[in-house]
Nanobody, 124 residues
Framework: QAQLVESGGDLVQAGDSLRLSCTDP????????MAWFRQAPGKEREFVAA????????YNVDSVKGRFTLSKDDAKSTVYLQMNHLKPAEPAVYYC?????????????????WGQGTQVPVSS
């Protein structure tokens, strides 16, 4: 099972920006798709964004439209989530996940490999 490693989580203020990184010590190109999910206390894990092997991106439009950008650097085996204008209502633990083809991008059940998560507390 791949070991995905998230980093970049930090305490921020509402309106701040932050960039999260997800590294696969093997390589990101072995996966059909990589994604970010987040989970707030007491809530279900929520899809944030996904990127395919060829760079096609999918976003949770309702939650992050126009504020978050997902990108990847295959040479560094890293996927990035740039988050702008963070809101007080969205503190959460952010998880990176990886999947092979054949399942919807926005479902947590589609992903067999997960990182340990990185926390992003947002103060108002």
């Amino acid at each position: 099972q791949a070991q995905l490693v998230e980093s970049g989580g930090d305490l921020v203020q509402a309106g701040d920006s932050l960039r999260l990184s997800c590294t696969d010590p093997r390589r990101t190109t072995m996966w059909y798709r990589m994604a970010w999910f987040r989970q707030a206390p007491g809530k279900e894990r929520e899809f944030v964004a996904a990127i395919s092997r060829i760079g096609t991106t999918t976003y949770n439009v309702d939650s992050v439209k126009g504020r978050f950008t997902l990108s990847k650097d295959d040479a560094k085996s890293t996927v990035y989530l740039q988050m702008n204008h963070l809101k007080p209502a969205e503190p959460a633990v952010y998880y990176c996940a990886a999947a092979q083809p054949g399942a919807p991008a926005n479902l947590a059940s589609s992903y067999a490999n997960w990182g340990q998560g990185t926390q992003v507390p947002v103060s108002s």
